[in-house]
Structures are given as C-alpha cells and as structure tokens.
C-alpha cells in the first residue's frame, strides 16, 4: 500500500509520519537502553558510593587522646574564675582540627550528634562563664554616662542663650 502512494502527496505526508513516530520512539528508548545497560555492564559502579558505617570505638578512643591534649592545655587557663575564650582560641582550634581528622577516618562524618555531644560537654566543662554578661568597670560607665548628663543640664542654659542673643 506504501508503494502505491509513493509519488502522491499523501505518500509523503505518509512518510512524514512514519520518520516522526520512529523519532519519537527511538527519543523514548535511548534512556531506557543507557539506563540497562549501565546496570547490567557496569557493576562495579554502584559499589563506588556505598557508605560504610561509622567506627564508634575507634573515634572514641581517637578522640580521649585531643580531649587530653585540650584538658592539659586548659589547665592552665583559669577557666574557673572567668570565659577563657580569647586566651584559648588556638588550642580549641586545635581540638576541632583533631575531632574532624578522626571523624573522616573512622566514617563517622555523618554522625554528627557524637561530634555535637563532645563540644556541648567541652563548652559546659570550660566555658560555662563565656555566656554571662557582666557589667563593665565604674570608670567606663561614668565616661559613657557623663557627656549625656552634662548635655542634657546644659541644653536649657543654650537655648536660654540663644533666645536672648539679639535682645
């Protein structure tokens, strides 16, 4: 029947039609056949992204060995008396360097709440008075209070000057 039509106007239209359907066709099957055959031919790729699971033991006993380092270090702070913050910055830098190595190596990146529970403990141990807000030094105080004092005494006596300047 195709051959019959072949030279006519509804042949081509005909042709058009069956070139569109096996586009449209092979457009559907291409994912599909990339999809089996990387499932059925590759299969070392799959085990590429598998994530092992996390050492406990290992990261804990890694771990005591920075947190004796860090409590030797912050022995000698005064952590008891004031927030040892700003003396103590280097060595607590140094303790997160030494946590997040060992949290890579022991595949313990994705368990946070024992990278969490360890700093929430190393804050509640040295750096309970970091918090507290204290009030500043007398001397501060009246240098910061004194000017808006005198200002607010000697703003009638300006205005006084003012309003009489010309009479």
């Known amino acids: 029947m195709f051959y019959f039509y072949q030279g006519s106007a509804r042949g081509r239209k005909l042709q058009q039609q069956m070139d569109r359907n096996i ?3 092979s457009t559907a099957l291409l994912p599909a056949f990339i999809f089996t055959w990387t499932v059925l031919f590759s299969p070392g790729i799959a085990s590429e992204f598998v994530v092992l699971p996390c050492d ?8 005591k060995n920075c947190l004796s380092d860090f409590n030797k270090s912050m022995e000698t702070s005064g952590y008891q008396e004031k927030c040892p913050w700003p003396n103590v910055r280097s060595i607590y830098i140094k303790l997160k360097t030494c946590v997040e190595n060992y949290t890579s190596s022991t595949w ?11 700093f929430l403990e190393v804050h509640r141990m040295y750096f309970p008075l970091c918090g507290e807000v204290h ?5 501060t105080l ?3 209070i004194a000017p808006v004092i005198v200002a607010t005494l000697f703003l009638p006596l300006l205005c006084v000057r003012l309003a009489t300047w010309n009479t």
Do not use: T, W
Request: proline fraction near 7%; include cysteine.
């Open 135 to 139: 009030d500043p030094p007398f001397f």
């Open 108 to 118: 313990c990146n994705g368990s946070k709440f024992l990278v969490d529970e360890l």
């Open 23 to 25: 586009e449209m066709v």
């Open 142 to 144: 009246v240098m910061l």
């Open 56 to 63: 406990q033991m290992s990261f804990g006993f890694h771990v």
